[in-house]
């Protein structure tokens, strides 16, 4: 939600201001950030699907090789980490009033 929003104020920022958003304004931001909802919500789908798997079965948890060879590997733990907390289409705030009052 907060990138939709760093996002919407990225491109909404200038019509805004101008008092001129159209639909086609706010379409623009919805197309930009559709597909990375999307493929947010597949991974977490998918995320939840193995904890329903792993959670449900009685029997020991032994983590694919693949997988314990990923989480000894730092950089490759930093990588995961940023793809979950930042997502498949990080937002960064443009508007130039961010500027003038860094």
């Given amino acids: 939600a907060l ?3 760093v996002a919407a104020a990225n ?3 200038a019509p805004l201001l101008h008092g001129d958003v159209t639909l086609h304004d ?15 919500q597949r991974f977490q789908v998918a995320g939840h699907s193995l904890m329903v798997r792993f959670l ?6 032994h983590a694919p090789l693949l997988l314990r060879m990923a989480s000894a590997t730092p950089m490759v733990r ?4 940023r793809f979950i907390g930042m997502g498949l289409q990080p937002q960064h705030i443009e ?3 961010h500027f003038a009052s860094s």
């Fill in 26 to 40: 706010l379409l623009s931001v919805q197309t930009y950030r559709a597909s990375a909802v999307r493929n947010t």
């Fill in 3 to 5: 990138q939709d929003a």
């Fill in 11 to 13: 491109r909404l920022y």
């Fill in 78 to 81: 930093h990588l995961i980490g």
């Fill in 56 to 61: 449900g079965n009685p029997k020991p948890i």
């Fill in 95 to 97: 508007t130039p009033d």
